[in-house]
């Protein structure tokens, strides 16, 4: 993950018109989620009033290649969070199942994550239509002969008695299949993500506080190519001078009214009367 970078413009909405549908098709809608589409699964986010590195700053260090690799009693502390923390055993939400909802009613569906979690793909999202920008902590993997495996298997043997569970293989030092602060984002997903923004017809920002590059940056290129932007987020963004539209309602209830009402919208991505 790398830090925050400089706002985009401000002054409303682009000025070129929106992008039409072609033939029978429809662009597809894009959802850039953040942590905060996960706080009604039980999983605090980062940066919010209540994030966890407000809380406790010192937690930003868990996620840090740096100190993750030099200092054993990081990697214990945060291999007990793995095991005891919300996340384990967090359900999709109201808000997962509603993307779910809409891929199924026949809209094109992609969602790039920056969340960790599987959450999508658990509320039934095909894999196919995920793209997670940091990884999974579904997974583990090594740091040096680059091994992965189940998240489970890892966290079994800490159950057993290892603090630090090393590679089975190598003997090298176990993380989740995450990016790291520290680290750069896997270049073809990074590519991907840009793609499918700069073809989306409605991009959607949801949990996000849109100041972590490069993924912040996806709302301006889907914007600037044409998109309808919407952002579901109870604080503000950078991005908010950019949008079509900003909604600070809670998301559990925000987004499936959102989405229900783009499952019947026009082709070319515009919301029926009554929302707009």
């Given amino acids: 993950m790398s830090g925050d970078e400089t706002a985009p413009r401000s002054g409303g909405a682009p000025g070129g018109s929106r992008r039409p549908a ?12 953040g942590a905060g589409i996960s706080t009604d699964s039980g ?16 937690a930003e260090k868990l996620v840090t290649h740096h100190h993750y690799v030099n200092d054993p009693e990081i990697r214990r502390r945060a291999w007990r969070v793995r095991l005891t923390g919300p996340a384990r055993h967090a359900r999709p939400n109201a808000a ?33 239509k995920v793209l997670e920008l940091h990884g999974t902590a579904r997974l583990f993997e090594c740091v040096d ?14 159950e057993a008695g290892e603090e630090d569970p090393p590679c089975t293989l190598c003997s090298g030092i176990l993380k989740s299949a995450t990016v790291m602060f520290g680290q750069s984002l896997d270049r073809e997903v990074l590519g991907r993500a ?6 989306s017809g409605v991009f959607v920002a949801v949990g996000t506080s849109l100041r972590v590059q490069p993924a ?16 579901v987020n109870a604080e503000p963004t950078p991005y908010d001078a950019l949008a079509d539209e900003v909604i600070r309602e809670p998301i559990g209830r925000a987004l499936p009214a959102l989405l229900a009402d783009l499952t019947a919208s026009t082709p070319d991505g515009t919301a029926p009367t009554g929302r707009e």
Avoid at 22 to 33: E, K
């Fill in 22 to 33: 072609t033939g029978p098709s429809r662009p597809p809608v894009a959802l850039l989620s």
């Fill in 43 to 58: 999983i605090p986010d980062y940066r919010g009033p209540n994030g966890v590195w407000r809380r406790d700053p010192e």
């Fill in 96 to 128: 997962h199942r509603a993307i779910v909802d809409l891929e199924r009613a026949g809209v094109p569906v992609r969602v790039i994550t920056q969340n960790v979690d599987g959450l999508h793909q658990a509320a039934g999202l095909p894999d196919r």
């Fill in 145 to 158: 002969c680059g091994a992965r495996g189940p998240m489970a298997d890892a966290l079994s043997r800490v």
């Fill in 194 to 199: 840009v793609a499918v923004a700069a073809a």
């Fill in 216 to 231: 912040a940056s996806l709302a301006r290129i889907a914007a600037e190519a044409g998109a309808r932007l919407i952002i």
